[in-house]
């Protein structure tokens, strides 16, 4: 048993941000361009680190269409700054476009209501190197494994593209330790597959075009020397080692932790579904 007393938080100043979304029909070819700035971006973020990006391909099938979104966001309110200008400069096929000033509270918003609550979901993530020519197969790949399940009932089919600078990584071990075994040594790519879908009965169908995704895509990773041990916890399916792959050290230390805490496994038994601590 105990009270917490008090509580020490890193603050940081309000205001509005500079974002939003663009949409784009990919049948216009923008794709390939649109991941070599996603690349040179991840290289350049130092340079500009209040800036924010994730690059998402997607099947519609509300266009019955592959479209292109870039969720674009700045620490400032100067419209259109230097950094995001590989992307804005991109407007062939735009559908929609919301960039403005806004509040942090309505850009997440925005950015929440493309997974409506209520939906059959699944999520998978793995970590690459920088590499351009990768983000691109991974996008090739993600074609071919779609065809199974385009006609899925109400189907949204998303790989998402975000950056892990070494502007990002280099605050992992600021307070001390790096838990997460992750070095800024150089920068990485943080793959997210996201799939919702309407039925029950279509789970076996997405989960298999999932993991068949998944499997090739890592695979194609590896073979390029590109394949990064991180798996991020949040978007990853049941399935995937997330402590491991932290790190042998690492994970020992969540193991010690755990068994000097919670010695009866409170958290473990009274917390439903997510990653257990195992011994």
Request: glycine share 8%; net charge negative.
């Given at each position: ?67 292109i979104q870039t969720n ?135 989960m298999s075009a999932a ?69």
């Amino acid at each position: 048993f105990g009270i917490i007393t008090n509580f020490e938080l890193n603050a940081y100043p309000g205001g509005n941000l500079w974002g939003g979304n663009r949409l784009f029909l990919a049948a216009y070819g923008q794709l390939p361009g649109m991941l070599d700035a996603v690349a040179k971006y991840n290289e350049d973020h130092s340079k500009d680190p209040d800036a924010a990006i994730i690059v998402s391909y997607i099947w519609a099938a509300a266009f019955n269409s592959w479209v292109i979104q870039t969720n674009l966001i700045h620490g400032k309110t100067a419209p259109y700054p230097a950094i995001l200008k590989s992307f804005t400069e991109i407007t062939d096929g735009v559908i929609q476009d919301t960039l403005r000033e806004d509040t942090l509270l309505n850009f997440a918003l925005e950015l929440g209501a493309a997974t409506a609550a209520g939906r059959r979901q699944t999520m998978w993530t793995f970590t690459t190197k920088n590499d351009a020519a990768l983000l691109k197969e991974l996008a090739t790949i993600f074609e071919s494994e779609m065809e199974s399940v385009k006609s899925v009932p109400g189907n949204a089919l998303t790989l998402n593209y975000q950056v892990m600078s070494t502007s990002i990584t280099s605050n992992f071990k600021k307070n001390g330790g790096n838990p997460l075994g992750v070095s800024d040594a150089e920068p990485l790519i943080l793959m997210n597959l996201s799939f919702s879908w309407d039925n029950a009965s279509d789970d076996a169908k997405i989960m298999s075009a999932a993991r068949n995704y998944y499997n090739r895509a890592t695979a194609a990773a590896k073979a390029r020397n590109a394949l990064h041990p991180y798996i991020y916890l949040n978007y990853a399916d049941i399935s995937l080692d997330v402590f491991g792959s932290y790190g042998a050290a690492n994970k020992a230390e969540l193991v010690a932790t755990h068994q000097k805490w919670d010695k009866n496994g409170v958290f473990t038994k009274l917390m439903p579904g997510g990653f257990k601590i195992e011994k």
